[in-house]
């Protein structure tokens, strides 16, 4: 019987065995992770305090979807932490108070959490095994 979770994420032998994309691919997809951990910060921001709890969960999942979308584009860790870069200068800028004593982020547990769990689902993306072109992660081969 196979497990649903090797079906959808693939096993680590099928991983290590992926091409890595082209270059100029590979730094495209890093663009477009950018952008999109930097929209997925903006938006985890409202989504948490509009829907709470369920926006905080919604929120976690989608950064751990878009490193994990990062990961098996590139084949590369990078691709995994492209997002998070993305992610974590737009809350720098969320974070900070406006001089009107305006914030985006409220205190209360949601925002905290969301603050401070919302790297994990990346650093959890970034520790997979994957194909790299510098041969970090990847298992050495015997002779």
């Given at each position: 019987?196979?497990?649903?979770?090797?079906?959808?994420?693939?096993?680590?032998a099928?991983?290590?065995?992926?091409?890595?994309p082209?270059?100029?691919?590979?730094?495209?997809?890093?663009?477009?992770?950018?952008?999109?951990g930097a929209?997925?910060?903006?938006?985890?921001?409202?989504v948490q305090?509009?829907?709470?709890?369920?926006g905080?969960?919604?929120?976690?999942i989608a950064n751990?979807?878009?490193?994990y979308?990062?990961l098996?584009?590139?084949?590369?860790?990078?691709g995994?932490?492209?997002?998070?870069?993305g992610?974590?200068?737009?809350?720098?800028v969320l974070?900070?108070?406006r001089?009107?004593?305006?914030?985006?982020?409220?205190?209360?547990l949601?925002?905290?959490?969301?603050?401070?769990?919302?790297?994990?689902?990346g650093?959890?993306?970034?520790?997979?095994?994957t194909?790299?072109p510098?041969?970090f992660?990847i298992?050495?081969q015997?002779?």
């Amino acid at each position: 019987m196979s497990n649903p979770l090797h079906t959808l994420l693939g096993t680590r032998a099928q991983r290590l065995a992926e091409p890595l994309p082209a270059r100029p691919v590979r730094i495209a997809w890093y663009a477009v992770l950018f952008l999109l951990g930097a929209l997925g910060s903006l938006c985890g921001c409202f989504v948490q305090a509009l829907w709470s709890p369920a926006g905080l969960v919604f929120a976690l999942i989608a950064n751990g979807a878009v490193s994990y979308l990062g990961l098996r584009a590139t084949g590369t860790k990078l691709g995994a932490g492209v997002p998070l870069i993305g992610w974590f200068l737009v809350l720098l800028v969320l974070l900070s108070p406006r001089p009107e004593g305006d914030f985006v982020l409220a205190n209360g547990l949601d925002s905290y959490v969301y603050v401070l769990g919302g790297w994990l689902p990346g650093l959890i993306c970034a520790t997979l095994p994957t194909r790299s072109p510098f041969t970090f992660g990847i298992p050495r081969q015997r002779d």
